[in-house]
């Protein structure tokens, strides 16, 4: 499946979330870009200057790091794809990518919708676990400790793309080149349009009704036999 939306509209919030439940894992564009760019591979470094202008690394560099991951053995059962694909020549890509090595395509795409203003606020208080990647938002989510990973001890930082202008920049780019995306798989019958507000859980809540019938279902509860009491008593 497919977690589309704006920047800071909660694709990468939901997919770990969901990637518990689905036992798939969560194959985010941004994230594999952000380790290569910090491991400085020849592509991170040819996709730095890209990202910190908020616009779109070129798909000749994009496409193989998706590619390779998809093909990966944990990847074989499912995936949650986040922020990956941007346009609808990525999707187009995308397709062929899954017909050659699968012979199928995708079961869902969730489309996150959230307003700008919201968007804003969600990405100006975001900070994330330098050491292991875990998330939380100053106001919405806060950490224990300021400034401090819970899980890990690790240290939070902010995002280099989440300042203002580069944010108004990534608004922009989503408008004109990712939105089309909601009429080209809209077309094909598999979109869900998931209103992206409100608590995560509450959203998560939404975003598993439209997944009804892809995702395992929850244990069945035991039903407890009524006991059978002698007549009488
Ligand atoms: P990427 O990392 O994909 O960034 P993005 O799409 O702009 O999305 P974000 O990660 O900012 O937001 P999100 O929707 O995941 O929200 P989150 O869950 O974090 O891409 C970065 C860059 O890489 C791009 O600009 C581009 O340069 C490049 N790139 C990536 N993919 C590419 C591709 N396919 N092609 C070309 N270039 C590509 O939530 C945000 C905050 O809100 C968090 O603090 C969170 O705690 C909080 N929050 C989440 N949900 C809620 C809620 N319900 N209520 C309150 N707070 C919430």
Request: some cysteine.
């Amino acid at each position: 499946m497919v977690l589309l939306g704006p920047p800071g509209a909660g694709k990468g919030t939901q997919a770990r979330m969901l990637r518990e439940v689905a036992n798939v894992p969560q194959v985010a564009s941004g994230d594999l870009l952000r380790a290569a760019v910090r491991t400085k591979t020849p592509l991170g470094v040819a996709a730095a200057g890209y990202m910190d202008r908020g616009d779109l690394v070129p798909d000749e560099l994009v496409l193989n790091l998706i590619e390779e991951r998809l093909n990966a053995p944990d990847a074989q059962a499912g995936f949650i794809l986040d922020g990956f694909p941007r346009s609808v020549k990525q999707a187009e890509a995308l397709r062929a990518i899954l017909v050659r090595s699968r012979g199928a395509g995708l079961d869902r795409v969730i489309a996150l919708t959230v307003p700008d203003e919201e968007i804003v606020r969600r990405i100006s208080g975001r900070r994330t676990c330098r050491k292991c990647g875990a998330m939380y938002h100053v106001t919405f989510e806060p950490p224990r400790v300021n400034g401090v990973c819970d899980k890990c001890g690790g240290e939070l930082y902010q995002r280099e793309d989440d300042s203002e202008e580069t944010v108004r920049n990534r608004l922009k780019i989503y408008d004109s080149t990712t939105r089309p995306l909601l009429d080209y798989y809209g077309k094909s019958g598999i979109l869900a349009l998931i209103d992206g507000t409100g608590k995560p859980e509450q959203v998560e809540s939404r975003v598993q009704t439209a997944l009804a019938g892809i995702l395992p279902l929850p244990p069945r509860k035991k039903v407890q036999k009524p006991s059978v009491r002698p007549a009488g008593k």
